[in-house]
């Protein structure tokens, strides 16, 4: 259940002067997530999603997910267009709240990934890595770093049947190895109940990803380890936690050469 923040109508023509919007046709709650209040503005000027931040959000940290979205829509890779303010701001204020604004996505997110929709998302997340790479020389034996997205999980990547139609929620971009989401991925959207990895959905992944952005050697090289690191995460605090070192293992050892590719 969403965390509430209820709009005055002073503080609906306070957003609707701040973003310029000649006309306010509907407003809409949606209950969904629980540390934001997410509205449904259906405008003159189209459709967006209004969130007003409860707690955490920092100007700064939004200014830095509108870049990366902006940057990532100017290249076609699918997610929100950023609403800046007609000040040019990626923020602004109402009900006590921090606001930002993004373009309406089409779709929903999955309950369970086929591997259509996993050689989709493969492709996708490589689109991100391609744009937000960070271009420096590096050695062969150097992993290559850029922002990621940091959270590829179901609820924040939308589809519109086997495609992705949309990446959301960039709060938490941060540089780090490109392969580690690669990694983190594969096990959130391809891992078993056991730890392994499912061979159709995880060469699907990786199939899509490599049709955009060719892993390294020393990716390839890397990737068991980020899986078995991953998988960990993913079961440190469930019951099989006393099955781990076993399931960390079984994961390391499901990136086989057939896989890969």
Request: with cysteine.
């Amino acid at each position: 259940m969403a965390v509430f923040t209820e709009l005055s109508d002073e503080d609906r023509q306070l957003i609707t002067a701040a973003y310029g919007f000649t006309s306010l046709l509907s407003v809409i709650g949606i209950a969904d997530g629980d540390s934001e209040t997410t509205y449904l503005f259906r405008t003159g000027e189209g459709e967006f999603i209004v969130t007003l931040f409860e707690n955490g959000a920092q100007p700064s940290d939004l200014e830095r997910a509108f870049e990366t979205m902006e940057a990532l829509y100017r290249h076609g890779v699918p997610c929100p267009k950023p609403l800046r303010t007609v000040a040019g701001h990626a923020t602004s204020r109402a009900a006590g709240r921090l606001v930002a604004i993004v373009s309406f996505v089409p779709g929903a997110s999955p309950t369970f990934a086929n591997p259509a929709k996993c050689l989709s998302l493969g492709r996708v997340m490589a689109e991100i890595h391609t744009v937000l790479e960070r271009k420096a020389k590096c050695k062969s034996t150097d992993l290559p770093i850029g922002a990621i997205h940091g959270a590829l999980v179901h609820e924040n990547v939308f589809f519109l049947g086997e495609e992705v139609s949309g990446v959301i929620n960039f709060r938490l971009r941060h540089e780090d190895a490109l392969v580690s989401e690669l990694a983190d991925a594969l096990v959130g959207w391809a891992g078993e109940i056991d730890g392994d990895l499912n061979k159709e959905r995880a060469r699907a992944m990786l199939q899509g990803y490599q049709g955009v952005r060719g892993l390294t050697d020393a990716e390839k090289k890397a990737l068991p380890g980020f899986i078995m690191a991953s998988t960990s995460k993913r079961f440190a605090s469930r019951k099989e936690s006393i099955l781990l070192p076993e399931i960390a293992v079984l994961a390391y050892r499901s990136v086989t050469p057939d896989i890969l590719g």
